[in-house]
């Protein structure tokens, strides 16, 4: 049964500052990983899908890389802002057995930027 | 941008009662998925739906879940008889055709179930 991990539970940066989210999952046969973000109350808002072919993805100052045999990804966010604070998820994506995807979630990591 | 909706945002229910979460996936999307969140927990995924049936369904989704499209751009969740422990936040998910390519899940804002 796949397990996904994410370290640390939460963050605290100050503005301005590089930071590393970290995912792990136990089950390397994945079909994509994709990270989001969450804000208190509200729904998933998708910022990188990495397909398993892939090593990274970037979208603005955001990078995310996959490293499939090791069963890790990260999430690497550059010069960090107030607005960057909300508890990013990373989940994993398995092709079930009726041939649709399902996503498996790590529980988040939530961050704080301060101003 | 086209986006996935839910409603109601919040529903509050008695023990027992049966509820509809109801969702408008993307227009050009074909998979379907219903996921949950209970409060403080990881987000669970529940049912995908893909060609008018289930494609596949977790532990979670007993006999006293259904879903169901019942016209071209609804797809709706519903609890037949609700307990205390289905309170959460219920996430509602689209993707495009799946051919060996994968895409991306866009979510839905939600609906927060409160079983009382």
């Known amino acids: 049964k796949q397990e996904v991990t994410q370290i640390p539970a939460a963050l605290s940066v100050p503005e301005g500052e590089n930071l590393v989210l970290n995912c792990s999952f136990t089950?390397?046969?994945?079909?994509?990983l994709q990270w989001f973000r969450q804000d208190p109350g509200k729904g998933l808002t998708s910022l990188l899908l990495?397909?398993?072919?892939?090593r990274e993805q970037t979208s603005g100052r955001l990078n995310a890389s996959l490293d499939k045999s090791s069963g890790r990804s990260t999430l690497y966010i550059a010069a960090s802002q107030p607005g960057d604070s909300a508890t990013y998820l990373c989940?994993?994506?398995?092709?079930?057995?009726?041939?649709?995807?399902?996503?498996?979630f790590g529980k988040g990591t939530k961050l704080t930027v301060n101003p | 941008e086209p986006e996935v909706t839910q409603t109601p945002s919040h529903q509050v229910t008695q023990m027992g009662q049966e509820v509809i979460l109801r969702c408008v996936p993307i227009?050009?999307?074909?998979?379907f998925y219903w996921y949950r969140q209970i409060l403080g927990q990881k987000v669970e995924f529940l049912v995908s739906?893909?060609?008018?049936?289930?494609?596949?369904k977790s532990e979670i989704f007993d006999d006293q879940f259904s879903v169901e499209r019942p016209d071209g751009s609804n797809f709706t969740l519903k609890i037949r008889s609700t307990k205390l422990e289905d309170s959460a936040m219920y996430f509602c998910?689209?993707?495009?055709?799946?051919?060996?390519?994968?895409?991306?899940?866009?979510f839905g804002p939600g609906t927060r179930l409160t079983v009382t």
């Open positions: 089950d390397s046969a994945i079909y994509n």
């Open positions: 739906f893909y060609n008018n049936e289930i494609s596949e």
């Open positions: 990495i397909q398993s072919s892939q």
């Open positions: 989940a994993v994506g398995t092709i079930t057995q009726g041939g649709s995807e399902k996503l498996v």
């Open positions: 998910a689209s993707s495009e055709w799946l051919t060996g390519t994968s895409y991306e899940q866009y």
């Open positions: 227009s050009n999307h074909l998979y």
